[in-house]
C-alpha cells in the first residue's frame, strides 16, 4: 500500500480538457498527489496560465494544446506527453460538451460535434494510450462522462446519447483491458458550479438549480476531481468497468415534484 491515501508519486498523467474547471481541478489534485500531470486545452494560454501557477507551488504540470478529436491528432497528444514524461500511466478524457440542439434543428455538425469529443476521443485516447501502459502493466484510463447519460434534457438528446455510448464504453473497454492491468472508469457530474463562466455562474441562477438538488446546492469542480483521484489511485486497485455519480443526490428523486414537496420549495 502506498505511504499515503491517493499517492500518484512516480504516476505520468494525462487530463485532456485540463485548463479550466472540473479539468483544472483534476490537474491541481493530481499535481498535489505527486504525478506529473500534462493538461492539455484548446485553449493553450489557459492550461499555461494554470501550469505556471501550479509549478509556482513546486508541482510538476506540463501544458499542451489540445488538438482536434482524430485519430492521428489523439494518438500524437498521447505519444507527446508519454515521450516527454518517459512513461504514462493515467489518462483522463475530460474534454466534452457539444452545441445543444433540439431533434428538430439537429443536423450532421452538431451531432458529429457531440459524438467525436464526448465519445470518439475516448476510442482513440485508450488505443493510443495502451502499448504505453502494457509495458508497465499499469494503467488508468477515466473518463467523465454526465448524469445526462441516465436524465433527459430539453435540446441534449444528442449530448445524452454520446455520454450513455460513454458509459458503455467504460463497461467495454474494462472488460477488454482487465487482463493487461488497466482499469477503466469514470465519473457522471451533476450540476457543477463554474464560477465566472456562462449563466450557471450567476448567483441567482444556482441558487435556483441548487435547490432542486436534494443536499441544496451546485456542486464544486473539486467534488469531481477527488472522485477521480481515487479512481486514479492504487486503492482504487479492484473497481473497473464503473462510473461514480456526484451529482449532490440529483437523480435520487423520480420528479422535480417530489424535491418541492419534500423541502416546500416554491
Excluded at 505527486?34 to 494554470?50: H, K, M, S, Y
Amino acid at each position: 500500500m502506498p505511504a499515503r491515501p491517493f499517492d500518484l508519486t512516480g504516476k505520468v498523467a494525462l487530463v485532456t480538457g485540463g485548463g479550466r474547471g472540473i479539468g483544472a481541478a483534476i490537474v491541481a489534485r493530481f499535481a498535489e498527489a505527486g504525478a506529473d500531470v500534462t493538461a492539455a486545452n484548446r485553449t493553450l494560454d489557459v492550461a499555461e496560465q494554470l501550469a505556471r501557477e501550479l509549478d509556482g507551488r513546486g508541482l510538476k504540470v506540463r501544458a499542451a494544446p489540445m488538438p482536434g478529436t482524430s485519430r492521428g491528432e489523439l494518438h500524437d497528444l498521447v505519444d507527446a506527453t508519454a515521450k516527454a514524461a518517459g512513461r504514462l500511466d493515467i489518462v483522463v478524457h475530460n474534454a466534452g460538451g457539444c452545441p445543444w440542439a433540439s431533434i428538430e434543428e439537429m443536423d450532421e455538425q452538431k451531432l458529429g460535434e457531440a459524438l467525436s469529443l464526448n465519445l470518439e476521443a475516448c476510442f482513440w485516447l485508450t488505443q493510443a494510450a495502451l502499448p504505453h501502459m502494457r509495458r508497465n502493466r499499469f494503467g488508468r484510463i477515466l473518463v467523465t462522462s454526465s448524469v445526462s447519460a441516465r436524465v433527459a434534457m430539453g435540446g441534449g438528446a444528442h449530448y445524452s446519447a454520446a455520454k450513455a455510448g460513454v458509459n458503455a464504453f467504460i463497461r467495454g473497454a474494462a472488460f477488454e483491458l482487465a487482463r493487461d492491468g488497466i482499469t477503466v472508469n469514470g465519473v457522471e457530474p451533476g450540476f457543477i458550479a463554474k464560477p465566472g463562466r456562462g449563466k450557471m455562474s450567476e448567483p441567482e441562477t444556482a441558487k435556483r438549480i441548487g435547490a432542486y438538488v436534494p443536499l441544496g446546492h451546485l456542486g464544486e469542480a473539486d467534488d469531481i476531481a477527488y472522485a477521480m483521484l481515487y479512481l486514479a489511485s492504487d486503492q482504487a486497485r479492484y473497481a473497473t468497468g464503473q462510473t461514480i455519480v456526484v451529482d449532490g443526490g440529483l437523480t435520487l428523486p423520480e420528479t422535480g415534484f417530489a424535491v418541492e414537496r419534500q423541502w416546500g420549495l416554491p
